[in-house]
Nanobody
């Protein structure tokens, strides 16, 4: 079964850290571009970070220097390390494979001030 399952969300204080994980099954993450998106209440879903098949990364401006996307090929996982969290990072975070048009169920991140 081809699917993505996110985990690692929760409540954090401003300035804190969380690490999100995206477990893939049915395909190999290192063979695809993988992305993280987020959607805050009442807002559109925005792309946060991308990792290419060769490990290149791209971030939206608001998270540059604070978030890091990475991949564990052995575990077939994609991570999003989030540091120096801000209340405006509060959202549901989704893992995405754009080629397969595959989304996870999302994981809630809430940052308190």
């Amino acid at each position: 079964q081809v699917q993505l399952v996110e985990s690692g969300g929760g409540l954090a204080q401003a300035g804190g850290s969380l690490r999100l994980s995206c477990a893939a099954s049915g395909f190999t993450v290192s063979n695809y571009v993988m992305s993280w998106y987020r959607q805050a209440p009442g807002k559109q879903r925005d792309q946060v970070a991308i990792i290419t098949t060769v490990g290149g990364t791209t971030y939206r401006d608001s998270v540059k220097g604070r978030f890091t996307i990475a991949r564990d090929n052995a575990k077939n996982l994609v991570y999003l390390q989030m540091d120096t969290l801000k209340p405006e990072d509060t959202a549901v975070y989704y893992c995405n494979n754009p080629v397969l048009d595959l989304w996870g169920q999302g994981t809630q991140v809430t940052v308190s001030s």
